[in-house]
């Protein structure tokens, strides 16, 4: 008889996060599914899928510009928490209260992001950027979808 141990996927959520933290590309590299689907921000700014490669270099230009503006960092603050939106009770990671890797020109804009994590078998197989989360507060959401009528 063999012996199968399967690890939690909240534990390879908390390895994800850590690579990340630290900057290290190749053990993000190891972590993601070959043929997985994964969010970034095109040139517009808009969010579309990538596959792991093109996730990968996305990841690398953001870590980039965080370094730039942040010279002093040697590693990202980070959250776990959980989707309370689309993929229910999924791991999100928050990466410096939201403001990373997804980047906004418009200095007014407060909303923060995440990336959660799809499973399959031991690998992560998707990332999408979260925006509504169990325990940290976004309120900007709320103010963005509040339509006040006077």
Not at 16 to 34: K, V, W, Y
Not at 112 to 138: D, Q, Y
Request: aromatic content about 12%.
């Amino acid at each position: 008889m063999e012996t199968v141990i399967k690890t939690d996927l909240f534990t390879i959520a908390a390895k994800l996060a850590e690579s990340i933290a630290t900057f290290n590309i190749t053990e993000i590299a190891d972590l993601l599914s070959q043929t997985g689907g994964y969010s970034i921000q095109d040139d517009k700014d808009e969010i579309v899928k990538a596959n792991k490669a093109t996730f990968l270099n996305w990841l690398i230009i953001c870590m980039d510009e965080f370094l730039f503006v942040n010279d002093d960092s040697t590693k990202l603050n980070y959250t776990i928490d959980r989707c309370i939106h689309c993929m229910i009770g999924n791991p999100v990671i928050i990466f410096e209260k939201g403001r990373f890797p997804v980047f906004t020109r418009d200095p007014w804009q407060r909303e923060k992001c995440g990336l959660m994590l799809e499973f399959e078998g031991e690998l992560i197989s998707g990332i999408t950027f979260c925006f509504v989360f169990l325990k940290t507060e976004n309120l900007y959401n709320f103010e963005k979808g509040c339509n006040r009528k006077r």
